[in-house]
């Protein structure tokens, strides 16, 4: 491991202008290559105190033996002075799109003399048109087919080609009509051109012109009563919309876009985009990189378009770019945009409409995409294997860690603290077994921790405190486990709820949350469980009684299964957080009042209209409705009258007071029954909370 300082330039040397620079390895081999609107700002941000980076950036740094820079004019120049390098040098510390060579286009030859209409994969070559990309070749295929009658565009190959013309034949295709047969003549190389360009005319969106064409046309022969013609005029126009089916309209006035975008986490991202032309959704892409540096959403978004475009000009750029966060900075990208293209390239952020109903969509894909290739990594049995046998050897075990329990906490600024338990056996998710804790705290608690932030602390020592609490009770009550296979489970064979034992207890948080847990098994007798923590913002592995922590490689299969847990482990908090505060939220004096089922609530409300409305009204008033006797009423009257007034509800985003909260059906109570295991929710938007 190389030290940053034996390499390091004096700041004098390094020029105040656009640039490019290049790490490279002591082999000198370039292993990251980066861009930087100043040279000396961007490289002294790398020659800091190591303790203070990024663990990616710390790794590259490291890994370095020296660096080098070329300066530029602009920044436009520096944005592909760094994609040219990127392809040239293939650097292992840059972001890299998996490549799209697999994705299949519909490509027009027309630089030979009879374009040719095929399915091309790989490099674009000069003199091609092409369409797409599509997700599979057998969708280039069908619209072919059904373009063909009506462009009978050559689609052999070029020894087929040659092999009619000598024989004088044309092939299957030019005698049913779906090949003009140039092969042999039938039409001169101009008549065959001027066939493939309105192809390609169609295919491009512009459609509307040609069908009105076709549809003239169809009217003329029968009015001159050539029926046959007419038919085949009318099959060929139903050929075509047909066609044109296969991709619906998304957006109105023939718009020609690209939507980009990203779903990511700490250790990846997926990209998705979709390739509107003419209103129509004609092509979509995606890949998935691994995030090798520290990069943000608008950086991510800057590295597509460069995949995207970076060999692309004229109309293969569209005219907007539609992206869920812009680059920074974002004159230079635009600029460099509207240079491949020749024109002006809008590169923003749908805000409303169409436009951004059908982000989402592209949205949800990439969302859709991350989570299948996490799918796709956690199901495999090898890799399976292999990190739990990583995380035994990274934490020193004696064994793979079978069953892993991981804790999180999750409250609104130390309001409504709830815990979750969530359980992976053999690398895979036990939705049975997650449970999920209220937190209760004790009088005296605070004097067990201080310190900024022990909240979280103090909670998870009580969290869990009381699962193995509870697991030596089941323990107590079972005996030892060594005679049966049915002590673990209840007389009719569902598990107990906490007997069984993890391998590893992780908890989300770092070294104080790590101490706070192995206190409260140490409190409890319990020695044969390990204890680790995750902490999120540098992804490393804290140990008991451990001043540094464990960094596990970034391609470490072990860190990903971690992470993987806690993850989920925090969505599972959030979730449960999020519902006992939306109970809360919704409670009224009614839930005090008792033998008041909801049944009579729902009288209540329907009869007065809100609980506004219920709060002013008389016992005699309340007697009125049915179901409602005078001593309940009473108890209703009484109840309002010892609440205390609501305060006003206030929108958090635009700081506006809102109407009066009770005035709806109210809630049930904020009261939730601990340690309950239902386990699924969606994934929430995780805004203020921890």
């Given at each position: ?183 042999v003549g039938r039409v001169s ?222 409250h609104l600024q130390g309001d ?117 923590g995750l902490a999120k913002r ?153």
């Open positions: 491991m190389a030290d940053p300082s034996s390499y390091r330039p004096s700041p004098g040397q390094i020029p105040d202008s656009p640039g490019v620079y290049r790490f490279r390895d002591e082999h000198r081999r370039v292993i990251y290559v980066g861009k930087a609107k100043s040279l000396r700002q961007r490289l002294a941000n790398y020659f800091q105190d190591l303790a203070g980076l990024h663990p990616r950036t710390r790794s590259m740094v490291t890994t370095a033996a020296s660096v080098e820079w070329t300066v530029v004019s602009t920044e436009v120049e520096a944005l592909q002075l760094e994609y040219s390098w990127i392809k040239e040098y293939d650097p292992r510390f840059n972001v890299k799109y998996r490549d799209d060579k697999s994705y299949p286009y519909l490509a027009v030859t027309l630089n030979e003399e009879f374009p040719r209409v095929q399915v091309m994969r790989g490099h674009k070559k000069k003199g091609v048109r092409y369409f797409g990309p599509y997700a599979h070749a057998w969708a280039i295929r069908d619209t072919v087919d059904l373009l063909l009658r009506v462009f009978p565009v050559r689609t052999c190959s070029t020894g087929v080609f040659k092999n009619a013309a000598r024989t004088g034949r044309p092939c299957l295709l030019g005698y049913i009509g779906k090949c003009s047969a140039p092969c190389a101009e008549e065959h051109g001027e066939l493939a360009e309105e192809f390609c005319d169609f295919m491009a969106g512009r459609t509307g012109t040609y069908l009105r064409r076709l549809e003239r046309q169809m009217m003329e022969a029968a009015d001159e009563m050539e029926y046959e013609r007419a038919a085949r005029l009318r099959d060929d126009i139903e050929a075509l919309k047909k066609a044109m089916e296969k991709n619906a309209v998304v957006l109105a006035d023939a718009t020609d876009a690209d939507l980009i975008a990203v779903a990511e986490d700490e250790l990846e991202a997926a990209v998705q985009i979709f390739h509107v032309r003419g209103g129509r959704v004609r092509g979509q892409r995606g890949w998935v990189t691994d995030k090798v540096e520290e990069i943000t959403t608008g950086a991510l978004v800057e590295h597509a378009l460069q995949q995207l475009y970076g060999e692309e000009t004229g109309d293969a750029v569209p005219k907007e770019v539609l992206v869920p966060a812009l680059p920074d900075p974002l004159e230079p990208v635009q600029q460099w945009l509207t240079g491949r293209r020749g024109s002006n390239v809008s590169l923003r952020i749908p805000q409303r409409g169409d436009k951004k109903a059908l982000m989402e969509t592209v949205q949800r894909n990439a969302q859709q995409a991350l989570v299948l290739h996490k799918t796709k990594r956690a199901s495999d049995l090898t890799t399976r294997s292999r990190a739990l046998e990583e995380i035994a050897d990274a934490l020193d075990l004696d064994s793979a860690p079978l069953r892993i329990e991981c804790y999180d906490i999750s409504d603290v709830v815990a979750s338990m969530v359980v992976f056996e053999d690398g895979l998710q036990r939705k049975s077994e997650y449970r999920r804790f209220e937190i209760k705290g004790r009088a005296g608690d605070t004097q067990l921790w201080h310190g900024e932030g022990q909240d979280d602390v103090r909670s998870m020592h009580e969290v869990i405190t009381r699962r193995f609490r509870r697991y030596l009770a089941e323990k107590e009550k079972t005996g030892e486990w060594t005679d049966g296979e049915n002590e673990l489970t209840e007389e009719d064979g569902r598990p107990k709820k906490f007997a069984y034992p993890p391998q590893l207890v992780v908890v989300d948080g770092g070294q104080p949350q790590v101490a706070a847990a192995k206190k409260a098994l140490d409190e409890l007798g319990i020695d044969d469980i390990a204890v680790c540098l992804e490393e592995v804290w140990l008991p009684d451990e001043g540094d922590p464990v960094v596990l490689p970034r391609t470490s299969e072990g860190l990903y299964l971690l992470q993987r847990v806690r993850d989920e482990a925090h969505r599972f908090a959030i979730t449960y957080q999020r519902t006992k505060r939306g109970k809360r939220f919704r409670a009224s004096p009614l839930d005090d009042v008792p033998g008041l089922g909801e049944t009579r609530k729902q009288a209540l409300i329907k009869h007065f209209g809100s609980v506004k409305r219920l709060r002013s009204a008389t016992i005699d008033q309340i007697c009125e409705v049915p179901g409602i006797g005078r001593k309940t009423a009473e108890t209703i009257a009484v109840a309002f009258a010892q609440a205390a007034p609501a305060a006003p509800a206030v929108n958090t985003a635009t700081g506006e007071i809102m109407d009066d909260v009770e005035d709806g059906a109210p809630g049930t109570t904020a009261g939730t029954r601990e340690e309950s295991s239902t386990a699924d929710a969606p994934e929430e938007r995780r805004g203020q909370e921890t």
